[in-house]
């Protein structure tokens, strides 16, 4: 009985000491992105069938979908970042705009866009949701391919960077 209880404190240590690790490695996980450096796309969206600017200067687009998991995920933090940081944003999906108006339970924030066209995601080069471009001075200059946590350490040093 003394060899039993002796190996499940063991083992409750060694768990102790594994969570400790993964929970200090998640936290000093770097922002990643990719540099790029290339002409960005024509970009044509619209919010409630209205058409709208992009953005002079650096700002991101960021592709998603209302069906995407890891976009219903990541955009919330994503929208917040951005807004508390200052960078333009344009969250675009190609969905019906009454779909996207559902989503958001009807107030879509004016930076969720729509590209009509629906072909904006190929011109882009966007092969899986979600994905971010960081664009400055109408140049691709970062890439962010998949989810992040946008609501991390990371990634605001990188949003105030954009700056």
């Known amino acids: 009985m003394k060899g039993i209880l002796t190996l499940v404190v063991l083992q409750g240590l060694l768990l102790a000491a594994w969570w400790g690790v993964e929970r200090l490695r ?6 990643q992105w990719a540099g790029v450096d290339e002409a960005a796309p024509a970009l044509q969206v619209t919010h409630a069938d209205q058409p709208v600017q992009v953005p002079e200067g650096t700002h991101l687009v960021h592709f998603w979908a209302t069906w995407c998991p890891p976009c219903q995920e990541e955009l919330p933090g994503l929208l917040v970042a951005a ?16 779909k996207v108006e559902a989503w958001f339970g ?25 994905d971010t471009f960081v ?3 109408g140049r691709l200059s970062a890439h962010i391919s998949g989810p992040r946590s946008w609501d991390s350490t990371q990634a605001h040093d990188f949003l105030r960077g954009l700056r």
């Open 83 to 98: 807004e508390e940081e200052g960078v333009p944003l344009l969250a675009v999906t190609d969905e019906p705009w009454p």
């Open 106 to 130: 009807g107030e879509v924030p004016a930076f969720v866009v729509r590209d009509p066209s629906g072909q904006a995601a190929d011109r882009w080069g966007v092969s899986a949701l979600p």
């Open 26 to 31: 998640a936290e000093d996980a770097q922002f």
């Open 135 to 137: 664009v400055t001075e």
